[in-house]
Structure formats: structure tokens, C-alpha cells
């Protein structure tokens, strides 16, 4: 059976729990493993300009060279899923594992220099990088049963300024792509090896379990599992295309390159804030109310920000910070609810399962954005993404019942 949760609805500390001696330092270590880990992530949206002049790249081929990497993490995660890696090895030394192939194959970009390689490059990225998101949370879930919410919207917080971050080398000085893929390569080694080396397990961290395919089938079955990947699967249509796009859309809107990065790592990073905000409120009520309101608030902006080209660019961007904002704020009560719902023997299996599932529809909308986009507008590519949190919101009520 599963356990039950540790606040009473998924959300409002029920008691007050004596917090673990460095539970604060292990979760700033952590966190800052996590900025840095997934800075890999989108190392090469981040240069897709430079990357379309040098290899001569056409539209779908663009969108190809970001969606690989989603797929990459998919195969990875399901891989890890399936086979219980998140349950079976420790979580730090399963992130190093993930950092060190996530760094090699990023860097490998340079020296292969050509695009058809550059997609194996990626893809293999996305695998290893399926072997750091999922260990991370797990790691954090063994320091805080009080505070849970909070402390994983830390931790979304991280991986959200961790994916802005290339965006903000780029914008800086307007790197040449090499350096920017090179120095997101090194941070990521460095992410792994930070948590690795200076971070601990937690007092309520389990032990390493053998392979069991009842553990999928278990939680499978779990309906509060099921409810909070349905809100998560909504999340996921949505948050990824977002992110991807961005920087292309902030490019019809600013004058120059440098001054759309910047927007761009505005815009995701200030998702950071957001997730500690929703977080810590889904401490005080209930977690699926709290995801509930983010979900709204994003589907609302994805069907007001694309239609703003032309608008002063200051306005535009005031509107997009707003989206950035709450489009991943809710993102960590998915995985809050998880690891209170299902056995702690599970947590990592569930947890990567609910992320494999996800980000098989970020392909889609990452593909399709551009799509409508030059069939059409700005606007109409982004409204389509509402739907996704609509349907999550929908299913962060049922759950509240």
C-alpha cells in the first residue's frame, strides 16, 4: 500500500517536524549542483543563430537539433525506469555518472562540427542528463519530509536557472557558439562532481533495492500517481516549447541578437522565483491548488504573449516575464505529490517514469511551434500550448477531491 502522505491533502505541514541537522546546506548544495548540471541543456538553442549560419539550417532541421535532445532524455529515462537505476544506485553517484556523459557528449559538438553528427551529439546528451534531473530530486526527498514543497521548488528553481544559463553566456558577450557549448560542458562535470564530493544522503534516504518489475506496475496503479502526471503531462505540452522558442521569438521583437538572449534568460530564469514561491505556498494548503493557480495563470499568457510582436519591446517583455514566471512555478508539486504518494522504495522509479512520459510530448510542441508559426503568427504557435495547462488544471482539481 502506498504510504500515506506526509501533509494532509498534499499540501500544509500537518505537524511540526524537527528539520535534520545541515538540511539547509545540503539543499544549497544540491541546488547549485542542479544550476549547473543542466546548463548542457540548452546549449545549442541557445546559439541556434550561429549554428543556422554555419551548418545552412532550414527550419524543421532547428527544430530537430533541440527535439533530439528531449528524445535522448526519454529513451534515457525509460531506460532508467524500467531497469530501477534512480532505485538501485545512489542518487549523487548516479548524477556524476549522468554529469560526466552529459559533459563529454555536449563538448563532442566542436570537434564534429556538422550537424548530422552534432544530432547524435545531442541525443546522447538528453540520455545522460535523464540520469541527473530524476537522481536529483531524490537526493533532496531523503533531507525534507517538512517542507517538501519549498524545498523542491528549490530545486525546479535550480534546474529552470540552469537551463537559462546558456543564454546568458551567450548574451553576455556574444560568444562564438564553440565557447558557449565548451564552458556549458564544463559546468555541467563540475555540477556532478559538486554533488558527488561536498554533498551527504539524508536521514530519510532508503536503501538500494534490487530490480523488481512490480514496482512499476505498482505505481502505475497509484491513482494520486496518475492524477499528478496527467497535471504534469499538461505542465510538459506547454514549459519546454516555451523555453525552446523564446529567444527565437524575443528575436522578432528586439533589434539585436544580444538583447534577445539577455530576454531570454530573463524570461526562463525568472521561473526560478516562481517555483520557490509555489512551493513554499503549497506548504500552507493544499499542493494541488497551488499548481492549480500557476497552470491558469500560464495558459492565460500563452494565449496573450505571441500576439504582441510589434508592441513596444519593454511591454512585450514585461508580459513575457510574467509567463516565465508562472510556466514552470508549478512544476514541483508534480513531484512532490509522487514522493509523497508512492513507496519510498519507488519514489526514483516513479519519478523518472512521470518524466519520460512527459517529455515525449515536448517533442511535439517544440516541433509544431515553428509550424504554426510560419504557417500563421507568433500568437497562434503559442496559443496553442494552452490547452496543456487547461487539462493539467483540471486534473490538479480532481485531485484536490
Do not use: C
Not at 90 to 107: C, F, K, S, V
Amino acid at each position: 500500500m502506498p504510504r500515506p502522505p506526509a501533509n494532509d491533502s498534499h499540501g500544509g505541514d500537518a505537524e511540526a517536524e524537527e528539520r535534520p541537522i545541515g538540511q539547509r546546506r545540503e539543499l544549497r548544495i544540491l541546488a547549485l549542483a542542479l544550476v549547473l548540471a543542466m546548463s548542457t541543456w540548452f546549449s545549442t538553442a541557445a546559439v541556434l543563430g550561429q549554428l543556422t549560419v554555419e551548418w545552412s539550417l532550414g527550419s524543421a532541421a532547428k527544430s530537430w537539433l533541440i527535439i533530439v535532445l528531449q528524445l535522448g532524455f526519454v529513451v534515457g529515462a525509460a531506460g532508467s525506469s524500467v531497469a530501477n537505476l534512480a532505485d538501485r544506485i545512489p542518487p549523487r553517484r548516479l548524477m556524476l555518472i549522468g554529469t560526466t556523459g552529459a559533459a563529454i557528449a555536449n563538448a563532442a559538438i566542436i570537434p564534429l562540427d556538422a550537424y548530422g553528427p552534432a544530432l547524435g551529439a545531442r541525443f546522447m546528451t538528453g540520455v545522460f542528463l535523464a540520469a541527473v534531473y530524476p537522481p536529483a530530486l531524490k537526493a533532496m526527498s531523503s533531507w525534507y519530509r517538512a517542507g517538501r514543497g519549498h524545498a523542491l521548488g528549490v530545486m525546479i528553481g535550480a534546474l529552470t536557472l540552469g537551463s537559462a544559463l546558456p543564454h546568458l553566456i551567450n548574451g553576455i558577450g556574444e560568444l562564438d557558439w564553440q565557447v558557449v557549448i565548451g564552458a556549458t560542458s564544463l559546468l555541467t562535470l563540475v555540477g556532478g562532481l559538486f554533488a558527488e564530493r561536498l554533498g551527504s544522503d539524508g536521514p530519510y534516504a532508503t536503501k538500494a533495492s534490487p530490480f523488481d518489475p512490480a514496482k512499476l506496475r505498482s505505481v502505475i496503479a497509484n491513482r494520486e500517481f496518475r492524477l499528478a502526471s496527467l497535471g504534469y503531462f499538461g505542465h510538459m505540452w506547454e514549459l519546454y516549447a516555451m523555453w525552446a522558442w523564446i529567444a527565437a521569438f524575443y528575436g522578432d521583437v528586439f533589434t539585436n541578437q544580444r538583447s534577445a538572449s539577455i530576454a531570454a534568460f530573463g524570461t526562463i530564469g525568472i521561473g526560478a522565483f516562481g517555483s520557490v514561491y509555489v512551493g513554499a505556498l503549497s506548504d500552507r494548503q493544499q499542493r494541488s491548488s497551488a499548481a492549480e493557480l500557476a497552470m491558469r495563470w500560464s495558459a492565460l499568457a500563452s494565449l496573450v504573449t505571441g500576439f504582441l510582436v510589434g508592441a513596444p519591446p519593454a511591454f512585450v517583455l514585461m508580459v513575457g516575464l510574467v509567463w516565465g514566471f508562472w510556466v514552470v512555478a508549478d512544476s514541483a508539486q508534480f513531484s512532490t505529490i509522487v514522493t509523497e504518494v508512492v513507496e519510498p522504495q519507488s519514489v526514483g522509479t516513479a519519478l523518472t517514469l512521470q518524466l519520460a512520459i512527459g517529455f515525449v510530448l515536448t517533442v511535439l510542441t517544440i516541433f509544431l511551434v515553428p509550424v504554426v508559426r510560419d504557417a500563421s503568427n507568433w500568437g497562434f504557435a503559442f496559443m496553442m500550448l494552452a490547452p496543456g495547462p487547461i487539462v493539467g488544471a483540471f486534473a490538479m482539481r480532481a485531485s484536490a477531491t
